[in-house]
Nanobody
Framework: VQLQACGGGLVQAGGSLRLSCTAS????????WGWFRQAPGKEREFVAA????????YYRDSVKGRFTISRDNAKNTVYLQMNSLKPEDTAVYYC?????????????????WGRGTLVTVSS
């Protein structure tokens, strides 16, 4: 499975971006999808995750109410809509999949990763 994330860019504080991640190859029906991010000099951290059916999602506290994760299984694509962006959201964003039905916020629980897309939020 190969993942390609895109949609990053430069945006002013308060603006919006939508990231997308498309998977090629065989996708099993019980995959969880997630987004992580890594700011300069910091560890990669969990942002959001969604179950295969989309009926359950989970977010880190700092993005709740601002970010929305969604998926289109017909297109093998997961999205991250980011609104009310803040300078502290600046990071490289990575999509990832987990061969499980259950959500996880733990980086090591994910089995495959995309290359990442840079999001820069200016103040």
């Amino acid at each position: 499975v190969q993942l390609q994330a895109c949609g990053g860019g430069l945006v002013q504080a308060g603006g919006s971006l939508r990231l997308s991640c498309t998977a090629s190859g065989r996708i099993f029906s019980n995959y969880v999808w997630g987004w992580f991010r890594q700011a300069p000099g910091k560890e990669r951290e969990f942002v959001a995750a969604i179950t295969r059916s989309g009926d359950s999602t989970y977010y880190r506290d700092s993005v709740k109410g601002r970010f929305t994760i969604s998926r289109d299984n017909a297109k093998n694509t997961v999205y991250l809509q980011m609104n009310s962006l803040k300078p502290e959201d600046t990071a490289v964003y990575y999509c990832a999949y987990r061969r499980s039905y259950y959500l996880s916020t733990t980086r090591s629980d994910y089995d495959g990763w995309g290359r990442g897309t840079l999001v820069t939020v200016s103040s």
